[in-house]
């Protein structure tokens, strides 16, 4: 697996592809990047796509980050290291927080900008951060019942419960307090990258409205939302997800 020094911090990322644009796609709370596993297999012939595992998820090294600016701070770092200069940049969740204050701190590095499942705003459910807090087993429980559609298979349904479980306690509860403090809705405009935002239309944790936002405040953005999909939309409805993904950084490589 391939490994870069970024920031002082050992990153574990997966990679697939060559040339341009360069995609970088980066995980929500409490992931890593093999949940892009599909959008890494179906973008490999047009970009050379990398997913990052964020400081103290997955097989990175270092302490999480405590706050959106700080995981900014990161993927910079790993995208320099990589010398990767300009960016296809896409995030999932609190990921997505990452893409859009990437873009903003860095406007001139963001060929293109990819929002799945996030909003400019990502207030968290009060219950769910004391119940992470005081009864871990029970808030992941909550937040995965909330994340994902009901109509999900079970199997996909018991991968993903497994994987957020199986993280350390700390590492959830920090990542979704992160998120809870994150707020660019009165700079969100200021975006000039061309964008691409997706959602799934059962999504309860970032509904369609905070897609349809993204669509309402930064010029010429597109907006996709995905039926039969809650959440998890790059891994519920993978292969929708992974189309307008692809059409996206092909356009992006023409500009």
Not at 25 to 32: E, F, I
Not at 61 to 70: Q, V, W
Not at 90 to 115: K, N
Request: net charge neutral; with cysteine; hydrophobic share 40%.
């Amino acid at each position: 697996m391939p490994r870069v020094q970024g920031n002082g911090v050992r990153v574990h990322y997966e990679s697939a592809g060559a040339g341009a644009p360069v995609v970088c796609l980066v995980h929500g709370t409490g992931g890593t990047g093999g949940v892009w596993t599909r959008q890494l297999e179906g973008l490999a012939d047009v970009a050379h796509v990398v997913a990052p595992d964020l400081p103290g998820h997955g097989q990175s090294g270092g302490a999480p980050r405590a706050s959106i600016r700080e995981c900014v701070a990161f993927v910079a770092g790993f995208l320099d290291a990589l010398s990767v200069r300009h960016v296809v940049l896409g995030g999932h969740s609190m990921g997505g927080a990452v893409a859009q204050e990437f873009a903003l701190t860095y406007p001139e590095r963001v060929d293109g900008l990819i929002l799945v499942g996030t909003g400019a705003r990502l207030r968290v459910l009060p219950r769910l951060l004391e119940l992470l807090a005081t009864d871990y087993p029970e808030g992941v429980s909550l937040l995965m019942r909330m994340a994902v559609s009901p109509t999900a298979p079970t199997a996909l349904r018991a991968s993903l419960d497994h994987a957020m479980a199986a993280n350390p306690e700390g590492v959830v509860l920090g990542d979704l307090r992160a998120c809870d403090a994150f707020d660019v809705m009165t700079r969100i405009d200021t975006i000039r990258a061309p964008t691409l935002a997706i959602c799934g239309e059962e999504d309860r944790l970032t509904p369609p409205k905070y897609s349809r936002f993204f669509g309402e405040r930064i010029a010429g953005s597109r907006v996709v939302v995905v039926p039969g999909s809650g959440h998890y939309v790059q891994v519920e409805q993978s292969e929708a997800t992974t189309a307008a993904l692809r059409e996206f950084a092909q356009s992006c490589c023409r500009r």
